[in-house]
C-alpha cells in the first residue's frame, strides 16, 4: 500500500518552509504560511491576514506552518 503524499508534506514544500525558516526573518515566515494556507484551499481574511503577518513568535508561527 503507497502512503498518500499531503501537498503540504510534499519534501519541497517541506524544503521551501525550512529555507524560509533558515532565513529567519519573520515577514518571510508569515509569507510562506499564507501562501501554504492558499495551497491547501483556506480562505485567508483580512483579519487573519494582518494575525499572521503581525505575529513575530517563531514558535506560533512554526506551528502554524506545519
Known amino acids: 500500500m ?3 503524499q499531503y501537498f503540504w508534506r510534499h519534501p519541497l514544500i517541506a524544503r521551501m518552509r525550512e529555507g524560509v525558516w533558515e532565513q529567519g526573518r519573520p515577514e518571510a515566515r508569515a509569507e510562506m504560511i499564507l ?3 492558499e495551497w491547501r484551499g483556506i480562505r485567508v481574511t483580512g483579519t487573519v491576514r494582518q494575525r499572521v503577518e503581525a505575529c513575530t513568535d517563531s514558535g506560533q508561527l512554526e506551528v502554524w506552518a506545519l
Open 35 to 37: 501562501r501554504i494556507l
Open 2 to 4: 503507497t502512503a498518500i
